[in-house]
């Protein structure tokens, strides 16, 4: 397995998941991370095919846009699953959710709570899944009739010190936004320290969500809503998915590409509506 990093609670668990299921079956799982290093992951799979693993399941690094350490794998015949973060262009087997519509869910709950000035603090345009959510921002803000601001779109690396940093870019803004969508909870609870130190009032002053459902979005003050993955059937997903590549009783006819559904877990951050 190659994951960007291990201390997210959803590549954890999908770890967690996908060992439960393939441990049962004779399997040992061999986990890497890449750190969001390309470099690093390129030099994980030169060190997952030296040690000839029956199947890799990757989710890609923030840093990969060369394609060409995965084709290698393909080109050895060895089964290439992607989840969370997977490439269209690799033609490979796809475990994830639909990034586009989560988007659509958060800025339409945004708009329930009276908010008109939304930004969104993203990931890389050229990650996929932060391609997709930045495209449901922005067609989410047009379906309601919203300003599209260029100042009020942000791609980072999502990281707790990325959040604060990028909140205080916002605040510094002459017209400020009443509600930020962040593409991660590291990222969201980053912004939310910046708030709280500013004594700005979540969610009246600025909602805020965040994406991800890690642990903590549920403990701090306000609780910061935020998207739940389903880490747990992504896992079983992909590792169901890879079994159908090495039954030696099943010839795997078609790629997989399977999409889970998320869940919007509404929390003090963004619900001005609370009594």
Not at 96 to 104: A, C, H, K, L, V
Not at 122 to 148: C, M, Q, S, V
Not at 156 to 168: H, P, W
Not at 249 to 262: A, E, F, G, W
Request: aromatic share 6%; charged share 25%; with cysteine.
């Amino acid at each position: 397995m190659i994951v960007p990093r291990t201390n997210s609670n959803f590549f954890s668990s999908v770890i967690q998941n996908i060992e439960e299921v393939l441990n049962k079956e004779g399997f040992n799982i061999i986990i890497t991370q890449s750190n969001e290093s390309y470099k690093k992951e390129c030099a994980s799979i030169d060190a997952l095919l030296f040690t000839q693993v029956d199947g890799i399941i990757a989710s890609m690094a923030n840093e990969t846009v060369d394609l060409s350490h995965y084709e290698k794998i393909k080109s050895k015949g060895i089964p290439l699953i992607t989840f969370d973060r997977g490439e269209n262009d690799l033609n490979v087997d796809y475990i994830g959710i639909d990034d586009y519509n989560s988007s659509n869910l958060i800025v339409g709950h945004l708009v329930k709570q009276g908010c008109k000035r939304i930004a969104h603090i993203g990931g890389f345009r050229r990650t996929r899944i932060f391609n997709n959510r930045i495209r449901g921002y922005i067609d989410a803000l047009k379906k309601h009739n919203l300003p599209l601001n260029d100042e009020l779109l942000i791609e980072s690396n999502l990281t707790i010190k990325d959040g604060r940093a990028k909140m205080q870019q916002l605040l510094a803004l002459k017209n400020r936004p009443d509600a930020v969508y962040i593409a991660s909870d590291y990222a969201a609870l980053g912004a939310l320290q910046v708030l709280n130190e500013q004594n700005i009032s979540v969610p009246h002053d600025i909602a805020l969500v965040g994406f991800g459902n890690e642990p903590f979005s549920a403990l701090v003050t306000p609780s910061i809503t935020s998207i739940e993955q389903h880490s747990k059937k992504i896992g079983n997903l992909a590792a169901l998915t890879f079994l159908e590549h090495v039954k030696k009783d099943v010839i795997k006819q078609k790629l997989t590409k399977k999409i889970v559904d998320v869940e919007l877990l509404v929390r003090d951050s963004s619900n001005r509506n609370k009594k």
